[in-house]
C-alpha cells in the first residue's frame, strides 16, 4: 500500500504536465519581437482579458507572452507581426475604441490587424464568432491602453 500511495503523486504530476503541454496552437510572429516590441507584447499580454467574445481563455502553445487564444474553435491573438502585405493607401480600416484594425477575410472568418500601432497586433476570428469584429470590442481597449499608437491617422504600408 505504502508504495502505490508514494507513486500517485507521480502520476498526478505526468498527468497535469501531459495537460499543460495540450492546446491550440498560435505560432510566434516571425521575426519575434524584441527589444521595446518585446516589453510591449508582454505588457499587453498580462492585460488581456479573460473572455473575448463571451469565449474563456484557452490553452495555446507553444506558451508564449506574444500569443493568446479564447474558446474553441479559438479567437487567437498574435503581438509583434509584421505589416500586413494587403495594407494599401485606400484600404477601408475599422475603428474600435480609437484602434485601426485592418480586416482579411479568410476561408471560415476574419483576421484584424492593427496598423496604427508602434507594434502591430493580429486577432483571428473563426466564422463561428459572426460578426467576427464584435471579438475587437473586448481587446481593442487594451490595446489602446498598453501600445501606443504612431499618430498617423491615415497609415500607410511599409515596404519591405
Given at each position: 500500500m505504502h508504495r502505490l500511495l508514494r507513486a500517485a503523486p507521480l502520476a498526478v504530476l505526468v498527468l497535469a504536465t501531459a495537460a499543460c503541454s495540450q492546446g491550440?496552437?498560435?505560432?510566434?510572429?516571425?521575426?519575434?519581437?524584441?527589444?521595446?516590441?518585446?516589453?510591449?507584447?508582454?505588457?499587453?499580454?498580462?492585460?488581456?482579458?479573460?473572455?473575448?467574445?463571451?469565449?474563456?481563455?484557452?490553452?495555446?502553445?507553444?506558451?508564449?507572452?506574444?500569443?493568446?487564444?479564447?474558446?474553441?474553435?479559438?479567437?487567437?491573438?498574435?503581438?509583434?507581426?509584421?505589416?500586413?502585405?494587403?495594407?494599401?493607401?485606400d484600404s477601408q480600416l475599422l475603428v474600435v475604441d480609437g484602434v485601426s484594425w485592418l480586416p482579411e477575410q479568410l476561408t471560415a472568418g476574419y483576421r484584424f490587424t492593427t496598423v496604427d500601432r508602434e507594434v502591430n497586433v493580429e486577432v483571428v476570428v473563426p466564422a463561428?464568432?459572426?460578426?467576427?469584429?464584435?471579438?475587437?470590442?473586448?481587446?481593442?481597449?487594451?490595446?489602446?491602453?498598453?501600445?501606443?499608437?504612431?499618430g498617423s491617422a491615415t497609415p500607410t504600408p511599409t515596404s519591405s
Open positions: 491550440v496552437e498560435v505560432p510566434l510572429p516571425d521575426p519575434a519581437p524584441s527589444g521595446a516590441a518585446a516589453f510591449t507584447c508582454a505588457s499587453l499580454h498580462s492585460g488581456l482579458p479573460d473572455h473575448v467574445d463571451g469565449q474563456g481563455v484557452t490553452a495555446s502553445t507553444p506558451v508564449s507572452s506574444w500569443t493568446s487564444a479564447w474558446g474553441d474553435p479559438a479567437i487567437t491573438l498574435r503581438c509583434g507581426v509584421p505589416t500586413p502585405a494587403a495594407l494599401k493607401p463561428k464568432y459572426n460578426p467576427e469584429a464584435d471579438a475587437l470590442a473586448d481587446i481593442s481597449p487594451i490595446v489602446a491602453d498598453k501600445v501606443s499608437a504612431t
